[in-house]
């Protein structure tokens, strides 16, 4: 796994900084690629990224020939020019050519988190090890000594594009959800702190094995066929399963967190949320995961002059940046 954290500079051009005019010949990594027909023949359509990004590509000259040079995933050196088609920026493409993967970095291509994961991590481990039950505290002496599930989840991202979508990501997210609920835990005496506190950290575990990072992030068949909550349930009922006299109704209420944290059937959670904790992490995800979406636009979008997003079919709404003078006045 070290292999992302060994880096060496290659790439000069970023998708987020390309403009129309701009000649490009540098290396992106190939996420899509399809045929298509119009009125006078046929061309290929791309979808090239690096870690900034994602933009579309098209090669109107011998496409057929190009189809078959290269496959969704691989690295390429692409070389032709930047423009607009439709009001959005695309690369018109006048050759490209495969890249050795060994010879390419990898951090150039996936977007990481700003904390190291050993930072990450060692937070994570913190925040487990304040827990004072002490059948839980052996559950997460179990996981953590598992050092491939470690590594994993020190990498893994919390999503494919909406919110917390790079290495790191998902530790990121899950310490954020630790923080709301342990807030949470203060307002509301009722809840199980130590209870709500292992569901936050566990609750998106089965996300170590939901994507594959080889270019760029997408989901494995395994989060497409299994999905993160099953993967997640059966990796604690596994842990669980080697402590002696772990409590039957302290497993069933962490594998309810677990099980009902998307909050909805039509969202995936096999079953809704039925207890204080789980209504309190479901709604701490939610936050963090929307906040985190929205966060990622406004970075990437907001820029002078600019009020609005573009439209976010996700949660089907604009997002307003606000008025760029209003701003200078309060500041």
């Known amino acids: 796994m070290s292999k992302f954290y060994v880096f060496r500079e290659m790439k000069k051009t970023w998708v987020k900084d390309l403009q129309p005019g701009q000649p490009v010949d540098d290396a992106f990594v190939l996420r899509k690629k399809e045929l298509k027909d119009f009125e006078k023949g046929s061309f290929l359509k791309l979808e090239l990224g690096d870690r900034t990004g ?6 109107w000259d011998n496409p057929d020939q190009f189809y078959l040079k290269a496959k969704e995933g691989d690295f390429l050196q692409v070389r032709g020019m930047a423009s607009v088609y439709r ?7 006048d050759s490209f ?10 951090k150039e291509f996936l977007p990481t988190a700003a904390e190291s994961p050993e930072a990450l ?16 505290k052996m559950l997460f002496e179990e996981i953590f000594a598992d050092s491939r599930l470690v590594e994993k989840l020190k990498l893994a991202p919390a999503a494919k594009l909406w919110h917390h979508n790079y290495l790191g990501g998902l530790l990121q997210h899950t310490l954020k959800i630790v923080a709301i609920c342990k ?9 199980k702190r130590d209870l709500l506190i292992a569901g936050a950290l566990l609750h998106d575990i089965g996300k170590v094995s939901q994507y594959q990072m080889e270019g760029y992030i997408d989901y494995s068949d395994e989060g497409r066929l299994v999905g993160h909550i099953v993967e997640g349930c059966q990796i604690v009922s596994d842990k669980i399963s080697k402590i002696p006299d772990f409590p039957v109704e302290l497993s069933l209420n962490l594998k309810h967190l677990i099980l009902s944290h998307q909050g909805e059937l039509e969202l995936g959670s096999p079953v809704v949320p039925q207890t204080l904790e789980a209504i309190i992490l479901h709604h701490a995800d939610q936050m963090d995961a929307q906040v985190g979406g929205v966060t ?30 209003t701003k200078k006045e309060r500041g």
């Open 54 to 59: 994602r933009i579309d590509a098209v090669v």
């Open 87 to 93: 009001d959005n920026l695309q690369i018109k493409v």
């Open 97 to 106: 050519s495969r890249l050795d993967p060994a010879k390419v970095d990898l």
């Open 121 to 136: 991590f060692a937070a994570y481990q913190k925040e487990a090890q304040s827990l004072k039950n002490p059948h839980l």
């Open 183 to 191: 807030a949470a835990a203060e307002i509301y005496p009722l809840a």
């Open 296 to 325: 990622r636009i406004i970075q990437n979008e907001r820029e002078p002059g600019k009020k609005w997003s573009s439209y976010v079919n996700l949660i089907k709404r604009f997002i307003y940046f606000g008025d760029e003078s």
